[in-house]
C-alpha cells in the first residue's frame, strides 16, 4: 500500500517476496505446532494437555459450522473451517509479533494486511460456496434461489449484492489487520522521535495495542469463518 517492496517476475506474473515468505512462515509456524500438538495422542488425556487444547480448537471450529451448516455438507466442511481459521489467526498475529525491514523494505509481516491475500481468500470462499450451491440444488434451482428470490425483478441488486459480499468478506480483513499494523508503525515512529521522552509513552502504548490487536486478530478470524459457513448455508438453502 504505497510502501516499498520487493518482487520478482515469473512467467508474466509479478510476485510479492514479502507475501511469499510471510505466507510460508504463517504455514510453516501451522505446521509446526500441530505436529507438536499431534503427537503420541491418547484415547484419555489427562490435565491440561497439549491434545486438549487441540480438541477444544477443533470443537471451537466445529461449532462456528455446526451453527450455520447442522448438516453433511457441514461436516465435510468442518476440516476446511479449522485450517482456515489456523490460517487466518496466525497470520492476522503475525505482524504483531514480527515485521523485518531491511532498507525500508518490508519482508515479513502478516499476510494478511495486503489486500490481494485477503481478496484471494474472500474468492475462494465465495466461489466455493456458489459451487456447492449449485452441485446441491442444481444450476437451475440455483440461480432461482439465489439470483431471483424473492422476485425476479431483484435480479440486479442480487447480483451486486453477490459482488459486494466478496469485496467486504475479503477488505474487512485486510482493513482491520493493515489499520493495527500501520498505528504500530506510528507508534515506533513517536518512540525514535524525541529520545526517552517519547519512547517511554511509545512503549507503554506499544503493549496496549499490541494486546488490542491480538484481539481484534482473533475476532477477524472467527468472523472471516462464521461469514463463510453462512454464505455455503445461503447457497445451499432448503437442501437439506
Same mark, same amino acid.
Request: hydrophobic share 55%; charged share 15%.
Given at each position: 500500500m504505497g510502501e516499498p517492496t520487493a518482487t520478482f517476475t515469473?512467467?508474466?506474473?509479478?510476485?510479492?517476496?514479502?507475501v511469499i515468505i510471510s505466507t510460508t512462515v504463517t504455514f510453516v509456524i501451522i505446521f509446526? +505446532?500441530?505436529?507438536?500438538?499431534?503427537?503420541?495422542? +491418547?484415547?484419555?488425556?489427562?490435565?491440561?494437555?497439549?491434545?486438549?487444547?487441540?480438541?477444544?480448537?477443533?470443537?471451537?471450529t466445529n461449532g462456528i459450522v455446526?451453527? $450455520?451448516?447442522?448438516?453433511?455438507?457441514g461436516t465435510n466442511l468442518k476440516f476446511f473451517a479449522f485450517s482456515l481459521f489456523m490460517f487466518i489467526f496466525v497470520a492476522n498475529q503475525l505482524g504483531v509479533a514480527f515485521v523485518v525491514n531491511v532498507n525500508d523494505v518490508t519482508?515479513?509481516? $502478516?499476510?494478511t494486511a495486503n489486500p490481494l491475500v485477503t481478496l484471494g481468500f474472500a474468492? *475462494?470462499?465465495?466461489?466455493? @460456496?456458489?459451487?456447492?450451491? +449449485?452441485?446441491?440444488?442444481?444450476?437451475?434451482r440455483y440461480f432461482k434461489s439465489v439470483y431471483l428470490s424473492p422476485l425476479s425483478v431483484l435480479l440486479p441488486i442480487n447480483i451486486i449484492e453477490q459482488f459486494t459480499s466478496f469485496l467486504t468478506l475479503g477488505l474487512r480483513l485486510f482493513g482491520n489487520i493493515f489499520a493495527?499494523?500501520?498505528?504500530?508503525?506510528?507508534?515506533?515512529?513517536?518512540?525514535? @522521535?524525541?529520545? +526517552?521522552?517519547?519512547? *517511554?509513552?511509545?512503549?507503554?502504548?506499544?503493549?496496549?495495542?499490541?494486546?488490542f490487536s491480538l484481539f481484534v486478530g482473533s475476532i477477524q478470524a472467527y468472523v472471516f469463518v462464521t461469514l463463510t459457513t453462512v454464505y455455503v448455508s445461503e447457497k445451499i438453502e432448503g437442501v437439506e
Open positions: 515469473f512467467a508474466g506474473l509479478t510476485f510479492d517476496w514479502s509446526g +505446532v500441530m505436529f507438536w500438538m499431534a503427537r503420541r495422542l +491418547v484415547m484419555k488425556p489427562a490435565g491440561k494437555s497439549k491434545q486438549n487444547f487441540l480438541e477444544w480448537m477443533i470443537d471451537f455446526d451453527g $450455520s451448516l447442522p448438516n453433511r455438507t519482508f515479513l509481516r $502478516s499476510p474468492l *475462494v470462499v465465495i466461489g466455493m @460456496s456458489h459451487y456447492l450451491g +449449485v452441485q446441491k440444488l442444481g444450476f437451475k493495527g499494523e500501520m498505528v504500530l508503525t506510528l507508534l515506533w515512529q513517536m518512540a525514535n @522521535s524525541a529520545g +526517552v521522552v517519547s519512547f *517511554v509513552p511509545a512503549f507503554l502504548l506499544t503493549i496496549v495495542w499490541q494486546a
